[in-house]
């Protein structure tokens, strides 16, 4: 089972930028950045194919993207003109990728805190 590690997070003011990065201990295919607000539910915000074919949340959509570079096993996600409703714990997934969306595997990273401040 593939090791993810999370980092980039921090205290951002709204309108702000922050990029996050989750490194893998080997090859990945398919990966996913989900995020946790407090007394919420974990939600899917972006997922890339290992082909590169991406989606987004709609809340999301014009502000963040998700990309990767396979010869690091890494995938980034930058985040744009952050707002207090992205206040979260984003967190990193190896899954697969079916039907253009991502589904989410049983590797996760610790998850890297994000908070945007108004």
């Known amino acids: 089972q593939v090791q993810l590690v999370e980092s980039g997070g921090g205290l951002v003011q709204a309108g702000g930028s922050l990029r996050l990065s989750c490194a893998a201990s080997g090859s990945i295919n398919a990966m996913g950045w989900y995020r946790q607000a407090p007394g919420k539910q974990r939600e899917l915000v972006a997922g890339?194919?290992?082909?590169?074919?991406?989606n987004y949340v709609n809340s999301v959509k014009g502000r963040f993207t998700v990309s990767r570079d396979n010869a690091k096993n890494t995938v980034y996600l930058q985040m744009n003109s952050l707002k207090p409703e992205d206040t979260a714990v984003y967190y990193c997934?190896?899954?697969?990728?079916?039907?253009?969306?991502?589904?989410?595997?049983?590797?996760w990273g610790q998850g890297t805190q994000v908070t945007v401040s108004s």
């Open positions: 890339i194919s290992s082909r590169g074919n991406t």
């Open positions: 997934n190896a899954g697969g990728w079916y039907n253009s969306k991502f589904v989410s595997g049983n590797s």
